[in-house]
């Protein structure tokens, strides 16, 4: 199978993770483009070079495809950009044309603008770290009244902020007569930091009447529309550590996480069943009263019991706290458990609950479809989630004041000791923080 994978900048979780995730099976073939292409924090991609790589490929069955990538540069210039709605609109239309051209399966998704509850502007335009709290609260009161909210908020702030809103809304209804042409087979939209009101919400809503899908989460919906694109059905059961609590919704949704891990297993491509009738059980590590967030230090209950793996193949999405994987959990898991290759699928604790579901189902499907299964490549996939979901962000993160290597280097290693023994492979790696910030960490394998 051959798949063509736009992704949505050069973070590692969206480049070299679906390569990571693409090489369990040998003969799946995943076309990337060069990632100097691709935008980071403060620049944009390089769309005319991304425009003509994606011409210059040929007998695909698929493109899994960020629309924000290609017609605003990345994500985060969705939001920042100054081009009007004509200009990208062109950008689009030419885009069409060339997927038009390349006859085969298209996998596409687009963002719904976020709206921030918060004075940061690193991914955002210079005026949200002045007036970002007051853009929200005006957002989220205007929708949930009818009427326009009272601001300080000045007038020409307004207008840009709206305008900006404006137009990507008006291009993602482009979009979606697209599908309604027929030439997006699968097309989502998708809506990052949800509250109850604003007009992101709003927005979601209208494209819902129109026709449209739309789905909480953002950076793990590429991975979900790879899966979707993989060959062959997998049954799944979701099995939840805490039951009586699946209905509580998870940190940054909008959404209880029992109907969060449902979506995630539907838009993948996954069957629902009974465990009797899985080929796989989701074991989700899920929280009581609140998802915590070791970062901002938002406390909850952590794991507290025994854990003992199951006796049919199991994946395990660890979404108890956000950003980060629960240490009592994983201390359970690790270290009082052999994970056998032929029953363990995967494991993820990758920032919100939509990401880690949506990356750790992708990972099992490559693995229980994989037509030549590469052993090698699954191990490095579970070495890197638990090297940064559990090592990092969990535990060394809160350490660092700054994004130093060395420092992190000294940090990191006791983990892959730990981390060694218990997978029972060699952690050769070189750290790097990409984005030079704490946020994210990328792994080197020698």
Same mark, same amino acid.
């Given at each position: 199978m051959r798949i063509a994978f736009v992704p949505i900048d050069? *973070?590692?979780?969206?480049?070299?993770?679906?390569?990571?995730?693409?090489?369990?099976?040998?003969?799946f073939e995943l076309e990337l483009p060069d990632r100097t292409y691709l935008g980071d924090l403060n620049r944009q991609a390089d769309i005319e070079n991304l425009f003509e790589w994606l011409k210059g490929l040929s007998n695909l069955d698929g493109i899994v495809l960020s629309l924000d990538t290609l017609a605003y540069g990345g994500l985060i210039p969705s939001r920042r950009c100054p081009e009007n709605f004509d200009e990208i609109k062109n950008r689009v239309e030419r885009l069409k044309k060339i997927l038009v051209d390349k006859n085969c399966k298209i996998?596409?998704? /687009? /963002?719904?603008?976020?709206?921030?509850?918060?004075?940061?502007?690193?991914?955002?335009?210079v005026y949200w770290a002045e007036y970002g709290k007051e853009i929200f609260k005006y957002s989220f009161n205007t929708h949930k009244n009818g009427?326009?909210?009272?601001?300080?908020? =000045?007038?020409?702030?307004?207008?840009?902020?709206?305008?900006?809103?404006? *137009?990507?809304f008006e291009i993602n209804k482009i979009y979606l007569e697209w599908q309604k042409e027929g030439l997006i087979d699968t097309l989502v939209f998708s809506k990052d930091d949800c509250a109850e009101f604003g007009f992101n919400v709003k927005e979601a809503k209208e494209l819902e009447r129109l026709g449209g899908y739309t789905k909480t989460g953002a950076d793990e919906i590429p991975l979900s529309l790879l899966s979707r694109a993989i060959s062959g059905s997998m049954k799944v059961c979701p099995v939840f550590l805490e039951p009586e609590h699946k209905h509580l919704i998870s940190n940054y949704e909008?959404?209880?996480?029992?109907?969060?891990?449902?979506?995630?297993?539907?838009?993948?491509g996954c069957e629902v069943v009974t465990e009797k009738d899985a080929d796989i059980l989701l074991v989700v590590n899920n929280?009581?009263?609140?998802?915590?967030?070791?970062?901002?230090?938002?406390?909850?209950?952590?794991?507290?019991?025994?854990?003992?793996? =199951?006796?049919? =193949?199991?994946?395990?999405?660890?979404?108890?706290?956000?950003?980060?994987?629960d240490n009592g959990f994983v201390n359970e898991l690790l270290f009082k458990n052999k994970l056998k290759d032929e029953n363990f699928y995967g494991y993820s604790a990758w920032n919100t609950s939509a990401n880690t579901l949506g990356s750790l189902i992708c990972g099992a499907k490559m693995k229980f479809l994989a037509k030549k299964y590469n052993k090698k490549s699954f191990k490095k996939l579970q070495i890197t989630r638990f090297l940064d979901d559990w090592a990092y962000q969990a535990n060394v993160r809160q350490t660092l004041s700054s994004p130093c290597v060395d420092e992190l280097n000294t940090k990191m290693q006791k983990f892959e000791k730990k981390i060694e023994s218990a997978i029972m492979g060699d952690v050769n790696v070189k750290y790097s923080f990409p984005w030079e910030r704490?946020?994210?960490v990328e792994f080197e394998f020698s």
């Amino acid at each position: 199978m051959r798949i063509a994978f736009v992704p949505i900048d050069n *973070r590692p979780v969206c480049y070299t993770l679906p390569q990571i995730i693409s090489q369990i099976d040998d003969t799946f073939e995943l076309e990337l483009p060069d990632r100097t292409y691709l935008g980071d924090l403060n620049r944009q991609a390089d769309i005319e070079n991304l425009f003509e790589w994606l011409k210059g490929l040929s007998n695909l069955d698929g493109i899994v495809l960020s629309l924000d990538t290609l017609a605003y540069g990345g994500l985060i210039p969705s939001r920042r950009c100054p081009e009007n709605f004509d200009e990208i609109k062109n950008r689009v239309e030419r885009l069409k044309k060339i997927l038009v051209d390349k006859n085969c399966k298209i996998y596409a998704f /687009s /963002s719904i603008m976020r709206i921030s509850n918060n004075n940061y502007n690193d991914e955002e335009k210079v005026y949200w770290a002045e007036y970002g709290k007051e853009i929200f609260k005006y957002s989220f009161n205007t929708h949930k009244n009818g009427v326009e909210f009272s601001t300080t908020v =000045p007038q020409e702030i307004l207008e840009d902020y709206v305008a900006t809103r404006k *137009r990507n809304f008006e291009i993602n209804k482009i979009y979606l007569e697209w599908q309604k042409e027929g030439l997006i087979d699968t097309l989502v939209f998708s809506k990052d930091d949800c509250a109850e009101f604003g007009f992101n919400v709003k927005e979601a809503k209208e494209l819902e009447r129109l026709g449209g899908y739309t789905k909480t989460g953002a950076d793990e919906i590429p991975l979900s529309l790879l899966s979707r694109a993989i060959s062959g059905s997998m049954k799944v059961c979701p099995v939840f550590l805490e039951p009586e609590h699946k209905h509580l919704i998870s940190n940054y949704e909008d959404v209880s996480i029992e109907k969060s891990v449902l979506g995630q297993l539907e838009l993948a491509g996954c069957e629902v069943v009974t465990e009797k009738d899985a080929d796989i059980l989701l074991v989700v590590n899920n929280f009581k009263n609140n998802q915590g967030e070791i970062v901002m230090k938002v406390e909850t209950e952590g794991f507290c019991s025994s854990f003992k793996v =199951p006796d049919k =193949p199991y994946m395990i999405a660890d979404v108890r706290f956000a950003n980060g994987s629960d240490n009592g959990f994983v201390n359970e898991l690790l270290f009082k458990n052999k994970l056998k290759d032929e029953n363990f699928y995967g494991y993820s604790a990758w920032n919100t609950s939509a990401n880690t579901l949506g990356s750790l189902i992708c990972g099992a499907k490559m693995k229980f479809l994989a037509k030549k299964y590469n052993k090698k490549s699954f191990k490095k996939l579970q070495i890197t989630r638990f090297l940064d979901d559990w090592a990092y962000q969990a535990n060394v993160r809160q350490t660092l004041s700054s994004p130093c290597v060395d420092e992190l280097n000294t940090k990191m290693q006791k983990f892959e000791k730990k981390i060694e023994s218990a997978i029972m492979g060699d952690v050769n790696v070189k750290y790097s923080f990409p984005w030079e910030r704490l946020f994210e960490v990328e792994f080197e394998f020698s």
